[in-house]
């Protein structure tokens, strides 16, 4: 079958480094990606992985271990603006997406 | 090109009510997709286009939801006989081919949020 795991909530400081954990089950694999969305708005692309490893952009970093069925998604110097939910998302096909229920993130001064 | 546009922005309708919603693509993008959000849930794909062929359905999508992307532009989703379950965001994006081994980046338009009486 095909699930996803990642936690539903997590509270970090502001200025602080926060982790959001993800593990899938899934047949087919192109890829885990992670989006952003506040409340009321529309899921926004922050990174994709395909193979092993860490990916950076700015204060994002997201990393998969295929072997592990595991990836997490990174933010450095949080900042208030950054309370928002993330999913992880797999790609079981190269066209479409997977997504998890979402972590629902707080960052508090 | 700004995004993924989606009209109308919010539909409130009566139960049975036949309802449509259109999605803009991103201009040079093949492929579109709709979903359905509920609060508190991710995203739940219902349809997949790449250019005007609709070329994957969920089972989540009933005999009651029809898409169609005329001239591979442009998108609609039509309800027909609306029910209270139906009320949810629905939401479009759309991607470039990224080849055959690699997942493609979906942008998101903004929604229509329907809500059924």
């Known amino acids: 079958g095909q699930s996803l795991e990642q936690p539903s909530e997590v509270t970090a400081v502001e200025g602080a480094i926060v982790q959001i954990n993800c593990t899938y089950q899934?047949?087919?694999?192109?890829?885990l990606s992670w989006y952003q969305q506040h409340d009321g708005g529309a899921p926004t692309f922050l990174s994709y992985n395909a193979l092993d490893g860490l990916e950076e952009t700015g204060r994002f970093s997201s990393f998969l271990s295929r072997s592990d069925s595991y990836g997490y998604l990174l933010l450095q110097e949080l900042q208030m603006k950054d309370s928002a939910s993330y999913f992880c998302a797999y790609h079981p096909g190269a066209n479409n997406l997977f997504f998890g229920t979402g972590t629902r993130l707080t960052v508090i001064p | 090109d700004t995004g993924v546009s989606q009209d109308p922005r919010h539909k409130i309708t009566k139960r049975g009510q036949n309802v449509t919603f259109r999605c803009d693509p991103i201009s040079e993008h093949n492929r579109l997709y709709w979903y359905r959000q509920t609060l508190g849930q991710g995203p739940e794909f219902l349809t997949y286009f790449q250019n005007e062929a609709q070329l994957e359905k969920s089972r989540l999508l009933s005999d009651r939801f029809s898409a169609e992307r005329p001239k591979g532009s442009f998108s609609t989703l039509e309800i027909q006989r609306t029910e209270q379950g139906d009320s949810a965001m629905y939401l479009c994006?759309?991607?470039?081919?990224?080849?055959?081994?690699?997942?493609?980046?979906?942008?998101f338009g903004p929604g229509t949020r329907l809500t059924v009486l």
């Open positions: 899934t047949s087919g694999f192109y890829g």
């Open positions: 994006a759309s991607s470039l081919e990224a080849g055959p081994t690699r997942g493609d980046t979906q942008y």
